[in-house]
């Protein structure tokens, strides 16, 4: 018990997000955990493989795994069209050998389909097409950029005649 204890202490949740990327399972019962990458040990010639989850009636089939980082953000799909969207930093780190955590409620007969990871934009990327958008006039191409010759035959930047 002192050792579970200690594993859901805070100084062991913020270690595990400065560990950087981990791994995200969910199942289509809207369990779900993340795990240290460094957890699954790398397998050999004749390995038997490493459980990521523990898979019960519970928790269902895994829909998907993705590796993660703290400032990603998390929408899953169920088969009824709810859509739930969350921050990975909200998923607790946890060992690769458990059930997870509930992260999805769900309607009777409903499922969790499918899960994306959205990554957060880059603003410095956003100001940088901005600041090109306002410096082009209409049909004026960035420089270093040439018409195609047999994709472009106009010029105006779309293939093919108007």
Not at 64 to 92: C, F, S, Y
């Amino acid at each position: 018990e002192a050792a579970a204890a200690a594993a859901e202490s805070p100084e062991d949740a913020e270690a595990a997000e400065a560990a950087g990327p981990t791994l995200l399972v969910v199942t289509e019962s809207g369990m779900g955990k993340r795990s240290r990458i460094g957890d699954y040990r790398l397998q050999g010639r004749g390995g038997k493989g490493v459980i990521n989850i523990r898979i019960t009636d519970k928790t269902g089939e895994v829909v998907a795994i993705k590796g993660v980082t703290p400032e990603d953000e998390l929408v899953m799909i169920t088969r009824n069209g709810v859509v739930n969207r969350q921050p990975v930093r909200e998923i607790r780190v946890i060992g690769r050998n458990t059930q997870g955590v509930r992260l999805i409620a769900l309607d009777e007969g409903d499922e969790v389909m499918d899960v994306a990871r959205l990554v957060p934009e880059d603003e410095s990327k956003e100001e940088d097409i901005a600041t090109l958008d306002a410096e082009l006039t209409p049909g004026e191409r960035p420089a270093g950029v040439e018409a195609a010759e047999d994709g472009d035959p106009d010029g105006d930047g779309l293939a093919g005649p108007e």
